[in-house]
């Protein structure tokens, strides 16, 4: 073989090599932009179905129309902070996530409020979770929930703190819960006996030295000052 004919061969091998580099690449390209539409821009790949998790008292419908996910979007395409925010803004809601079951499933995970009181809203209650959130309208109280009222937002948080930290011996047997300010929350129980307990700090002493306070019979107790309680009214000890 001569010189001629070698460096023939070797430009010949040359060429193609190249041209299998550019056919690869090119395969690798159109495989890519093929995946891009058929993930961002078909229909291959669309919601199919809107499933609702943890809705219990808000209906799974109401989520989905909330929701509003449009028909035939592709799943990577759901505007899922926006859905996240609508569906969030239902009173009853507390959280909500959403996440993408692929191929074509897009799954709303719903957290609903706990009620832990009741308020008045108008002629009517509402319902209170622990972080002050009212949501629902009632004709009537239900029953072993107690009733809180509030001057302001900072009351009303004081009076849901010292509620949600009682337990479960006294929460049963409160009434109401009433708060001027965060340092002015007072607790009637059933029957009618007062408590002044303060604000929520110290909560759970405040609550073993009640108990502790309700064996002598009074019409009303003091433990806001947890280490000084007094009561008055009193009377000889409960059986």
Known sequence: MTVVESAQRFGAAQRTRRTTRWVALVVVVALVALGVWVVWFSSLLSVKEVRVLGAVDVSADSVRQTAAV??????????????????????????????RGWPDVLVVVVTERTPIA???????????????????????????????SATNDNALASALGVYAALPKSLATRVATVAAKSRDDVVLTLAGGTTVQWGNPDQSERKAAV???LLKVRATSYDVSAP????????????P
Do not use: C, H
Request: glycine share 10%; net charge positive.
């Open 70 to 99: 449009p028909a035939s979007i592709p799943l990577a395409r759901v505007d899922v902070a926006g859905i996240e925010q609508r569906v969030g803004a239902i009173p009853r809601v507390a959280s909500v996530e959403v996440r």
């Open 118 to 148: 009741v308020t008045r809203d108008g002629a009517a209650w509402t319902y209170l979770d622990v972080t002050g959130a009212r949501f629902g309208t009632l004709n009537a109280v239900p029953a072993g929930m107690p009733r809180v």
């Open 227 to 238: 280490d000084l309680p007094t009561t008055q009214g009193t009377g000889s000890a409960k």
């Open 210 to 212: 009640l108990l502790l």
